[in-house]
């Protein structure tokens, strides 16, 4: 909804909430936080699972979720256009909990300097300029996969994957005036992003004995080209001193350094390397007619690989029964090696891609659609991280717009299926084990149906 007054300002006024049922066809496994496996990392790199016969897990869960947007824009007479906008967004574990929790937790403290803001931006424009906005804002690496891969049913499975960074807490945007050559449209983008350093839960006496926590730096290039039958859109986003991940909807925060104490004789941290990773892809969509569009999507991942980073305030339950060891949970580290070698990081690449069609018929829209995960290349060999893993999920969806109740709204219902390659941890461009909404531990394949009902307003 926009409202403009008597001096020129709109103001806009819009969100969305989504509700959603699920039903696997068996319930994930997940292991209990006593038995202390996944307070190493949560793909058990470093030690066996527990037996099956100790996990739980449920076939039913829910999903509520709710956006709002407020902003305000000019535009002045030498058609230079001014605005202001936020945005927030809340994730629940059931459906009818509202304005429960962050989307994406990322920052600490109280008062509007502690709320985790997808979008708190201004911004300048001018159509024969560009634009340029400065602020907290979304990468094009997560919201541009979303945008192409949710109509298909598979939003979370391609635009939460893979190395990309998708809240930018800290961002200046510069984007190109729109380009036309009578064959199509092109625009460019450059985005720069950092974020503070990021030692709310270390030590400090450590952090001054030289763990040397980093200040996360990404920079991001984006091009889109369209023309009648086709929409093309290319994403290259490289990241330094992040703490590192496969979450590609995860906001950019910075890597904690190395406060290890390897053991009483020698309480020096590691010195380990700052850990660097990339993503690029290519997306787009082709509409042979306005009933029928095809989207597709390439993706290269990179990470360079990163220690595990030990919690001095907590030791592992042996199994023997005694407390010893390091316990990673403030820095899980990524695609590290065994304890002898210090558990180093190990630099890492692999392939994914999407392929899905839409069949759009009156009010009614159908879906068939596909991710792949590949396996990575790395060389490392010392410790099964999931790098000779592979995984596809696909899924069938219909969904229904419901302008008798309300033009913004729709229901939808969808069958997925995927299934591993072989047991084991995930694919290392997956952020976890359960992933896919069952645990690759355990199991190598699983499906699940999904209602729901999206309301944008």
């Not at 470093?46 to 956006?67: C, D, F, I, R, V």
């Not at 002045?76 to 429960?100: C, H, P, Q």
């Not at 660097?276 to 993706?299: A, D, H, K």
């Not at 759009?360 to 991710?371: A, K, R």
Request: aromatic share 10%.
């Amino acid at each position: 909804m926009t409202l403009e007054d008597d001096y020129g300002n709109k103001y806009e006024i819009g969100g969305f909430a989504k509700l959603e049922w699920s039903r696997a066809g068996q319930a994930p496994k997940t292991v209990p936080d006593a038995l202390s496996t996944y307070t190493i990392d949560n793909r058990n790199a470093l030690s066996n699972q527990p037996p099956a016969t100790y996990t739980k897990g449920s076939k039913s869960s829910e999903l509520g979720m709710q956006q709002l947007t407020l902003g305000v824009s000019r535009e002045t007479d030498s058609a230079i256009g001014l605005e202001a906008k936020v945005t927030y967004r809340w994730r629940s574990a059931r459906a009818f909990d509202f304005f429960k929790t962050p989307d994406v937790d990322y920052t600490n403290g109280g008062g509007l300097g502690g709320l985790d803001f997808t979008e708190k931006l201004v911004g300048i424009n001018r159509p024969d300029l560009g634009a340029l906005r400065v602020g907290t804002q979304l990468s094009r690496s997560w919201s541009r996969s979303d945008s192409f891969s949710y109509p298909v049913g598979l939003s979370s499975q391609w635009a939460d994957s893979g190395a990309g960074f998708g809240v930018l807490p800290e961002a200046v945007r510069l984007t190109s005036p729109i380009f036309e050559d009578g064959t199509g449209k092109l625009s460019a983008e450059l985005t720069l992003a950092r974020n503070g350093l990021n030692t709310q839960n270390v030590d400090q006496s450590l952090v001054q004995n030289g763990s040397s926590p980093t200040r996360p730096d990404l920079k991001e290039l984006f091009f889109q080209y369209s023309n009648q039958k086709n929409l093309v859109e290319l994403v290259i986003q490289s990241t330094s001193g992040a703490k590192q991940t496969a979450f590609g909807k995860s906001a950019l925060v910075g890597w904690i350094g190395d406060p290890d104490n390897l053991s009483a004789n020698n309480p020096n941290p590691r010195k380990a390397l700052k850990p660097s990773q990339s993503v690029v892809i290519l997306q787009g969509n082709y509409w042979p007619n306005p009933q029928n569009m095809m989207t597709w999507g390439v993706r290269r991942s990179q990470w360079s690989g990163s220690a595990a980073t030990c919690n001095y305030n907590a030791q592992l339950l042996l199994d023997n029964g005694t407390r010893g060891g390091c316990v990673f949970g403030i820095e899980p580290g990524f695609n590290y090696g065994s304890q002898a070698n210090n558990y180093r990081g190990y630099r890492a690449s692999s392939w994914d891609g999407l392929l899905g069609w839409s069949r759009y018929d009156g009010l009614y829209t159908y879906t068939v659609s596909g991710v792949f995960f590949g396996q990575a290349d790395s060389d490392n060999a010392e410790v099964q991280w999931g790098q000779n893993n592979s995984a596809f999920s696909v899924n069938l969806g219909v969904s229904r717009k419901v302008p008798e109740i309300h033009k913004g709204l729709t229901v939808s219902g969808g069958l997925t299926y995927s299934q591993f390659k072989r047991l084991g941890p995930a694919p290392l461009s997956m952020p976890n084990n359960s992933f896919l909404g069952f645990n690759s531990l355990y199991d190598k394949s699983g499906h699940a149906m999904t209602l729901g009902a999206t309301w944008v307003f």
